[in-house]
């Protein structure tokens, strides 16, 4: 009798695992204090509303949610959170940045389409900088909502991340075993077990490509002429179409890369703050949402109507500036050293 009460504790022992080690872990709870008045439920006082913050009912509760100025995981409550806050400065900082691209639009592309000639379309750039590149409308329209706007996307990233970590128990040891799971083992379901990153939309990606396209322009226009020559006074259209004429393949990558992906972005963008466009963060992944017929249709057309709306903008902005600026030719005597020597700088 006593050798098989040992050979059955033998047996316990061997078949236990380390908590750790299993893929769902127990975590660590700060103790609490159980209520010591031991009142139960009755029909008068509604069980769920102990879940409500002080005592609310649950309705009022809910209400809070809707009115929560977060409307993100991790942050609650009436007043309003950093997640708020930096969504909204992402959203509006879009807003100032469109004035500017309009004005943009117009000096760099619809202008030279009307005059078809450079030279002639020099004079209008020249009164439209008056506008948007003087020392105080520059940083105000192109500089400062650009870094909100690219600052707060990041921001957001980071915190989401912070708050789902913050949630699914941080250091604790059943956090750790979730995200080993992910690493270790190789079937699906573990490593969709645990999500701390939020997951990535076509928005978000090409505006994470056309940063580096937009700072290639912003360097090669602006912050070169001012570190080699102090001002940026001598650059203008005819800049661009030297560098189309000594450099082709560089160039009209760069540039169709800044019209395709900035305008995908942009329109795309502007689609989400009005509320008009289709989810895209199922596309890349595998989550699939079932929806019926009409809801199909009505995504796709909302799809087809923003696509349309991202090629009408290309070629808006194709239309002079691939058009006829890249197709005016190199600048001659000085003014196409200067350039050459810009070029040179940057090994081109």
Known sequence: ?????????LRSRRDRRDSNSTFISLLQLDPAPMDSDGDTPTEKQNPMDSLAPDGASVERSVGSIKSGSTMAPGLSGSGHGAIYYLTRMQKYSSYAVSVFTTMHLANVSLLPAITRSVAG???YLLMGRELYQTSITEPLLVGLPVLMHIGSGIALRLLRRSENIRRYGGSTPGMFSLISSRTDSTTSSSRSSVRLWPQVSWISWSGYIYTAFYGAHVFMNRILPLVVEGDSSNIGLAYVSHGFAKHPIIAATAYRGLIGIGCGHMVWGLAKWFGIAPSTSGWWGSQAVAVDK????QRRRRWLAIQAAVVAAAALWAVGGLGVVARAGASEGWVGKLYDDLFAHVHL
């Open 1 to 9: 009798m006593e050798s098989d009460w040992d050979a059955e504790s």
């Open 121 to 123: 379309s020099e004079t």
């Open 294 to 297: 009409k809801t199909k249709r």
